[in-house]
């Protein structure tokens, strides 16, 4: 995940996080249906560079937090099928520390969400 943009003053500013996800995942199937769901837990590394003189021009935080998954897939030959999923994923918030400058604030950084989606698939 990568995201650029401006600060209030004009200067550059990036926020980037790497999640790494490890869990597991129970299938059950049912005629051409595989049914599915799936827990993990989930590390982010986060770097944020802020090249406004005000606020400290690189921080690197971690976080932890969790996903969750349910989905189906339906085979409808031996190499090709269809899949819909639900997706949810928590991350703790990334707080940046309190500057020692004034009208500087904190904030805090939730990427946290829902995902939905379908496709087709091909099986090798």
């Not at 090249?51 to 969790?66: N, Q």
């Not at 189906?72 to 949810?88: E, H, L």
């Not at 400058?101 to 698939?121: C, K, N, R, W, Y």
């Amino acid at each position: 995940m990568y995201e650029e943009g401006f600060t209030s003053d004009g200067t550059d500013s990036c926020y980037r996080a790497i999640p790494f996800t490890v869990g597991g995942k129970l299938n059950y199937s049912i005629c051409d249906w595989e049914l599915y769901k799936g827990l993990g837990m989930r590390f982010f590394f986060t770097r944020m560079t802020d090249c406004s003189g005000y606020v400290d021009p690189e921080l690197r935080k971690t976080a932890f937090g969790g996903a969750s998954t349910v989905g189906a897939r339906y085979i409808f030959s031996n190499c090709m099928y269809f899949k819909a999923f639900v997706d949810y994923s928590f991350q703790a918030s990334i707080t940046q520390p309190d500057q020692q400058t004034p009208f500087v604030q904190g904030t805090a950084l939730d990427v946290s969400g829902l995902s939905i989606g379908a496709g087709f698939g091909v099986k090798f």
